[in-house]
């Protein structure tokens, strides 16, 4: 294990990402017209569209998204007064043809994906357009490791403001599948999606957020207890956050190893679970600040039983929000949701092996970690379910305004 706390650049680069392109081992570059095709287009608009492969008429002719499916595409754009060759850059997540059109494979797709990366890293743009689960496989998991699965349903229509790449990464279906299921609804889904991409006019960072930073760890218990009679006579906002050594409290010999608190995301700090700490805790759940969670009966389950409290004034659960703006599944975790709104690229990759819980008594392995590690995830589970309250908020204001 890797010792001290993460650096987010370390932790976003993907074990599958090379340097140079692997054209040897894909061996697709022999058999195509247009082989290792470059990117085309102006890119007026700094925006990079990346579909799956090559089709028979864009190999022939050495240019992105001529065929069928790219006429449906370009249409597309031309409704919300884009057009495609003067104002994107296009490439593909595979740049040489595969025989007969077929799906490229995980092999072909990563020994492909450092010539994408060499486009966004030469063209500079601020926005790129995936088309396909093809394209995502591609592009995410150099920023996400916990893996993008087989499903495009979950990635399509997020803006992700990739903190390694600085770039907005845009998700949506492959125009193929429009033509494949001549559905309308689809269409105006996919339009929506491509009008919410093309908004963005800059990088989504001036300067790379240092979450890290912003965690104050206090190993005092008079101290921290001083601190929390602060944020409880300050009376705003408040985000607690537990680690413990199991997910069950009523498990035997189950215990709260620290907690976190962040009010308002101006003061974020952490703290081992003794002496003094404890009592002032319990004089914050018992008073009416305000409090916003991730699944708030966690933390809710656990000061009952341990603490023969309730929490009082939950005011926003970020994972029943989630289930309110957008009802797919599998997107409603901290971790997803801190990747998808504030581009947060897997902050717990290193913890998350000793949070698993094994044996009869189902207890984790948290307590092999040093407890610095421990403290500073905990301390970044409440500073990120801040942020995303606070983007989910925006998004409600909108929708439902």
């Not at 190999?59 to 001529?66: E, R, V």
């Not at 602060?230 to 408040?238: D, K, Y």
Request: hydrophobic share 35%; aromatic share 8%.
């Amino acid at each position: 294990m890797r010792q001290g706390f993460f650096n987010l650049t370390e932790l976003s680069v993907s074990n599958n990402t090379a340097i140079l392109p692997r054209c040897g081992l894909c061996g697709l570059s022999h058999g195509c017209h247009s082989p290792r095709m470059k990117p085309t287009g102006k890119g007026k608009r700094k925006v990079l569209v990346v579909a799956e492969v090559p089709g028979a008429l864009e190999d022939l002719k050495g240019k992105q998204l001529i065929g069928e499916a790219g006429q449906v595409f370009r249409n597309l754009l031309r409704s919300i007064g884009v057009d495609l060759d003067r104002d994107c850059w296009k490439t593909n997540s595979v740049v040489c043809r595969p025989p007969n059109n077929k799906t490229p494979t995980e092999k072909q797709i990563e020994s492909c994906r450092p010539n994408l990366l060499h486009a966004i890293k030469t063209l500079k743009p601020h926005t790129v357009i995936l088309l396909g689960m093809s394209a995502v496989k591609s592009l995410v998991p150099v920023v996400w490791k916990e893996g993008v699965g087989n499903g495009l349903g979950k990635w399509v229509g997020w803006n992700i403001p990739s903190q390694k790449l600085n770039v907005w990464i845009c998700p949506t279906y492959h125009p193929s599948y429009l033509l494949r299921t001549h559905n309308d609804l689809l269409k105006k889904i996919m339009t929506g999606h491509l009008k919410r991409a093309f908004r963005h006019k800059s990088r989504p960072w001036k300067e790379e957020p240092n979450y890290k930073d912003r965690i104050e760890v206090i190993t005092k218990p008079a101290q921290a207890a001083k601190v929390i009679k602060e944020m409880i006579r300050n009376g705003s906002c408040v985000v607690p956050d537990f680690e413990t050594n199991c997910i069950k409290p009523e498990e035997e010999e189950s215990e709260i190893i620290c907690c976190s608190l962040c009010q308002e995301g101006k003061r974020t700090i952490v703290y081992p679970w003794v002496g003094e700490a404890v009592d002032a805790t319990v004089q914050l759940f018992k008073s009416p600040v305000p409090k916003i969670g991730a699944n708030i009966k966690f933390e809710d389950r656990w000061s009952r039983r341990k603490l023969g409290v309730g929490i009082r004034g939950w005011y926003w659960d970020t994972m029943l929000a989630s289930h309110v703006l957008d009802n797919r599944a599998g997107i409603t975790s901290v971790k997803f949701q801190s990747f998808v709104r504030l581009g947060v690229e897997g902050y717990d990759s290193h913890i998350k092996p000793y949070l698993q819980s094994s044996g009869k008594k189902r207890l984790n392995r948290i307590k092999e970690l040093p407890i610095m590690d421990v403290l500073l995830y905990c301390g970044m589970d409440s500073l990120v379910e801040w942020e995303i309250f606070r983007s989910q908020q925006k998004e409600m204001e909108r929708e439902f305004s």
